[in-house]
């Protein structure tokens, strides 16, 4: 009987642990296969020819199919520089320093993948259009009211999911990743 | 007790097997590969055009708007594949993908050749036949040997205005993808093969 009772437990911890710790790794890319810098995560194996076990469960269960490795590498967010989850009800400030690539997407979706739809039908802001100011910066107003300058306006009242694309980079070919840097996210006001 | 620490250290040990099969298992249950994520936008053994990601497109494999994609799924037991365009003076980039999760190939303009693309695609086999009757212009093709029954390619160009969409989809011109290569009844004795076709030149 007490065998038994002390088998369980053994079965049980094995069981959820070994379940939850997987998922979490595939999820969050909480052990293994992704980087983060900042809020930002990427999976660099993602668009490679030997993608790691982690980065190919991530794979598997994403809808998209991943950058190539020689075209470019995507960071996406969930999260603002504080943290907090990102919602289509806030206004936040995107800015920093610019990312090494030849060209650079920036996009805005709920978690579901669907994009705003705005009158201005505005989808995506890119590197070639953007207004810089000051020395070496650049800032993207993210909000669903429309906003002078670099805007992107976002799903109101959703979550939401930040991607950067950085097309032709020298990321893991001559910069290492780890001296990469991503631009902030400030949250302003919300409603 | 120490009864009490053998049984979470057993569970310990069990959750770590439990987590690598786990881990390795999703790929191979997933019911959604490469193949199956482009399916449904047009006919195989051709390149057709994605639609474009925005409010009402539904999910888009690659979620870029600023991106006009053509995609080409293919069979590689049919015959090697052959994939070229002649491509605008704009950023564009290409892929080549497994059915499972690898990325077989990827280049961007940069690193084409003079803004073209002609690649072939081979199994083991396909190239080995390849090599001993090889085509005149066999040496000016990307090679790039597969394993995997099932190939897809994604060719991307950038629109950096959505009026300009029109325009850049008329610049890109020649573009192929041709599964079935070798496969014309061709045998050892066969009389050498000419040429894989024109290589498109910028």
């Not at chain 2, 006009?68 to 994939?83: K, T």
Request: charged content about 20%; proline content about 7%; aromatic content about 6%.
């Amino acid at each position: 009987m007490r065998f038994l009772v002390l088998f369980l437990l053994a079965l049980l911890i094995g069981v959820g642990a070994g379940l939850g710790s997987a998922l979490l790794a595939v999820e969050k890319g909480a052990i293994y296969g992704s980087v983060t810098i900042g809020r930002w995560v990427t999976w660099p194996t993602a668009g490679t020819r030997k993608p790691d076990p982690y980065t190919r469960a991530m794979l598997a269960r994403s809808r998209h199919i991943p950058l190539g490795a020689g075209e470019g590498l995507a960071f996406t967010t969930r999260l603002d520089s504080d943290g907090e989850p990102l919602s289509g009800d806030c206004d936040y400030v995107l800015s920093g320093t610019l990312p090494s690539a030849r060209l650079w997407t920036l996009t805005v979706t709920d978690t579901e993948g669907r994009f705003a739809a705005s009158p201005s039908g505005r989808l995506a802001i890119h590197s070639r259009e953007i207004l810089i100011s000051g020395k070496d910066g650049f800032s993207v107003r993210l909000s669903a009211n429309a906003a002078p300058g670099n805007w992107l306006p976002v799903p109101a009242g959703r979550m939401l999911v930040l991607t950067m694309r950085l097309y032709d980079t020298p990321i893991g070919s001559g910069l290492d990743i780890r001296d990469v840097r991503m631009p902030g996210i400030r949250r302003e006001r919300c409603r | 007790m120490i009864r009490i620490l053998i049984a979470v250290a057993s569970g310990l040990l069990i959750a770590g097997i439990v987590h690598i099969l786990v881990v390795l298992a999703i790929p191979l249950v997933s019911p959604m590969d490469n193949w199956t994520r482009v399916a449904g936008f047009g006919e195989e053994g051709r390149f057709v055009p994605i639609p474009l990601a925005g409010p009402e497109s539904g999910p888009v494999p690659v979620a870029d708007p600023t991106m006009l994609q053509l995609v080409c799924r293919f069979r590689q037991a049919d015959g090697y594949v052959l994939i070229s365009a002649i491509m605008p003076n704009e950023f564009w980039s290409f892929a080549l993908y497994g059915q499972s999760g690898r990325t077989l190939f990827s280049l961007n303009n940069r690193t084409s050749d003079n803004n073209t693309l002609s690649m072939l695609v081979v199994s083991a086999d396909q190239l080995a036949r390849l090599r001993r009757n090889p085509p005149s212009d066999l040496n000016s093709y990307i090679i790039v040997e597969t394993t995997e029954a099932r190939g897809v390619a994604i060719l991307r160009t950038f629109v950096d205005n959505p009026d300009r969409l029109a325009e850049v989809r008329q610049a890109i011109s020649r573009v192929r993808c041709v599964p079935g290569g070798g496969s014309g009844g061709e045998t050892e004795g066969s009389a050498r093969k000419a040429s894989l076709g024109p290589i498109p030149r910028g």
